[in-house]
């Protein structure tokens, strides 16, 4: 968007005032008003709309007519002195209006249908924040809106970019996200590769619970969609599609109804979940033989199962290597720029040489640092305490004959020695009894407090 300037507010004052006289100041003019002229053409038009420039925008004020700010820019937009700001959110409502009324009337499968709601319904929250047909969403951010892992979701925007739900514009580079675009299916063919088209009522309710905050704790305030909740994530959860069961059970149910909503022609279907749910306490079964929602805590049933918190751990680990990964990308620059090598995670300077050439790559740049480390005996990590494996299955001479997978183990912190190294160090214990080793470049030694390294 362009910034509004003073010039444009004069080229504005000076359509407006058609050859009658107006009024410029410092940062902007006053000119003729269009709805004053448009209201009231019995009285004597006089200068009184004040156009400035401020911050980059428009301050429209009419003295006169004192109007609606948004009225006068609507004026303005169609006598084509302001652009149309608003035509692309609009036409994003409009997509995301039919997109919505689509996914209601179609059905979603199994495992693999309901994740790819849980990933639809995530895109559309991110359009319609964004206002844009056309958006950039990453795996991580889709990941953390569905409460999905990253590998969940690539497979997900892949059966519905197959389907025809979606399409991607652009790659991610850099720093850069995907560009992707909402669609409808125009073919059944295609609705049919993963979404078909059925008669699950359970898809025209509105999946709200008004017991659920908008970060998905429990609380009397905020709707939010219950499969949200950490309890219903997959895997260790109790996944998503018992928490649709429990989003309907807002009022008592037979079994026989809640299959109905769910589509599923079998009531054994049904009942797995609703026994799934008795057991944790969320339903409960009346004398009538209707089930409803049970006096659990959503984070109790959450903590017992070990997913509480699962989703802003993974916030916080995307914000760890979003961080991890921006270091390294200031790093490789300043590399490309002055050709010193500067540790990613330390910021140290490891070693300087020549700038390298255009076409060197983040690999390369990875490998200066990986070597630099190796040589730098204060950057290189120190393994106080080594633990062999089982050294019967090895045999000690390959150690010594594998230095480039001690080198890569050696220079990665916290990872595992390789399973030859920890053979030969198991021999080294041996030999020493009681000793602490120490690994520090190429070296491995055994240090006692008496004897001294030996």
């Not at 958006?135 to 991580?140: H, L, Y």
């Not at 009531?267 to 409803?292: C, P, S, T």
Request: proline share 5%; with cysteine.
């Amino acid at each position: 968007m362009t910034p509004f300037t003073p010039e444009d507010a004069l080229g504005i004052a000076r359509t407006l005032s058609a050859g009658r006289r107006f009024f410029r100041s410092r940062n902007g003019c006053k000119s003729f008003c269009p709805l004053c002229e448009s209201e009231d053409r019995s009285r004597k038009a006089r200068p009184s709309l004040s156009i400035t420039a401020r911050g980059g925008k428009p301050l429209l004020y009419c003295h006169r007519c004192q109007g609606d700010r948004r009225g006068i820019i609507r004026a303005l937009v169609r006598l084509k002195l302001l652009p149309n700001l608003f035509r692309e959110s609009s036409d994003a409502f409009a997509l995301v209006g039919e997109i919505q009324a689509a996914v209601e009337g179609s059905l979603w499968n199994g495992r693999a249908g309901a994740t790819d709601r849980l990933v639809l319904s995530a895109l559309i929250e991110i359009v319609e924040r964004s206002c844009k047909e056309k958006f950039g969403a990453s795996v991580r951010q889709v990941a953390l809106r569905s409460h999905l892992n990253e590998a969940t979701v690539w497979r997900s925007l892949g059966r519905l970019a197959k389907a025809g739900w979606l399409e991607n514009i652009a790659g991610a580079r850099d720093e850069r996200a995907a560009i992707w675009r909402l669609k409808i299916p125009k073919e059944a063919g295609d609705r049919r590769a993963t979404i078909q088209r059925a008669e699950k009522g359970r898809d025209r309710l509105l999946q709200v619970d008004p017991s659920l905050r908008a970060d998905g704790r429990a609380d009397l305030s905020g709707p939010v969609i219950p499969f949200l909740h950490d309890a219903f994530r997959w895997k260790r959860g109790l996944g998503p599609i018992k928490g649709e069961i429990y989003s309907l059970l807002e009022k008592p149910l037979k079994v026989n109804e809640v299959a109905e909503l769910m589509g599923y022609r079998s009531l054994r279907n049904a009942r797995v979940h609703l026994k799934k749910l008795v057991q944790h306490g969320l339903v409960q079964r009346g004398a009538d033989g209707r089930y409803e929602r049970g006096e659990a805590d959503l984070d109790a049933v959450a903590d017992h199962l070990g997913t509480l918190g699962a989703t802003a751990a993974q916030d916080a680990r995307y914000r760890r290597e979003r961080a991890s990964w921006q270091a390294l990308q200031r790093a490789y620059e300043t590399w490309k720029r002055t050709g010193e090598v500067v540790d990613p995670e330390t910021g140290l300077v490891l070693e300087s040489g020549e700038v390298p050439p255009k076409r060197a790559t983040k690999a390369a740049f990875r490998r200066q640092v990986l070597s630099g480390r190796m040589l730098n005996e204060e950057t290189c990590p120190r393994v106080e305490k080594l633990r062999p494996l089982d050294a019967q299955t090895f045999d000690a001479s390959t150690a010594l004959e594998s230095p480039q997978a001690a080198r890569s183990e050696l220079i990665r912190p916290g990872g595992a020695l390789d399973s030859a190294l920890s053979a030969a160090i198991g021999m080294i214990e041996q030999a020493f009894p009681g000793a602490t080793l120490v690994a520090t470049g190429w070296a491995v030694r055994a240090e006692s407090p008496k004897e001294g390294a030996a």
